[in-house]
């Protein structure tokens, strides 16, 4: 699977975007970028999944450039329960999800 | 909520001791799979069992070991406890077998070995 970079921290004031950004250059055609996240100490939840198109659900939008060496989770909307860690995830059909170190998210008021 | 259940909740044992940890899978989820999480390492993979039969292994110690009954659910066990098995212990379910399938997770059990 290919590996992801994400920052260690943001922060995020109530109410406004919250853009997180995820490398992930050396992608494979076949691979898809999955988004989990984890509030505090609970188990990880889906958020959003994507090829190359982009994606958006209640929860989420995804950007996923042309090259697909990147990608952006948009929250738009973020809330003080958005507070979390947030995993990029580059996986194909028959690998096991692999969490690196994610991106810690504070929403602030 | 996410229909997925574990228990316990919370476990506290000690060192050399035998554990289980149980996990019901959302209704219809065909696939269990079991993660470690601990400060040091980070959330990572275990074990898959997918309708009963073992699909994927990960980074499982020999000293542990799961299995999936014909209803579904699966037990982790955990023998001959050190204290670095101290974690969360999560299970996920999902629909397929492939990793690709959305995985809804527990709410995990925290184990701690004293």
């Known amino acids: 699977d290919a590996k992801t970079t994400q920052p260690t921290s943001m922060d995020c004031a109530e109410g406004r975007a919250a853009n997180l950004p995820c490398n992930h250059s050396?992608?494979?055609?076949?691979?898809?970028v999955y988004w989990y996240r984890q509030i505090h100490s609970q188990g990880p939840q889906y958020i959003i999944h994507?090829?190359?198109n982009n994606e958006t659900n209640e929860m989420a939008s995804l950007i996923i450039t042309e090259d697909r060496k990147s990608s952006t989770l948009i929250l738009p909307h973020a809330t003080l329960r958005d507070t979390a860690v947030y995993y990029c995830i580059v996986i194909n059909a028959g690998n096991m999800l692999t969490f690196g170190g994610g991106t810690r998210l504070m929403v602030k008021p | 909520d996410s229909g997925v259940t574990q228990t316990p909740k919370h476990l506290i044992t000690a060192t050399g001791q035998r554990v289980t940890l149980r996990c019901s899978p959302r209704?219809?989820?065909?696939?269990v799979y079991w993660y470690q999480q601990s400060l040091d390492q980070g959330l990572q993979f275990l074990i898959q069992y997918y309708n009963g039969e073992e699909r994927a292994k990960g980074n499982i110690l020999e000293r542990f070991s799961a299995q999936q009954f014909p209803d579904l659910h699966s037990e982790l066990n955990l023998s001959s406890l050190e204290l670095g098995d101290s974690a969360l212990y999560f299970c996920a379910s999902g629909p397929g077998q492939g990793a690709r399938d959305t995985q809804y997770f527990g709410p995990g059990t925290r184990l701690t070995v004293l």
């Open positions: 050396t992608i494979s055609g076949n691979e898809y």
């Open positions: 994507g090829l190359k």
């Open positions: 209704s219809g989820d065909l696939s």
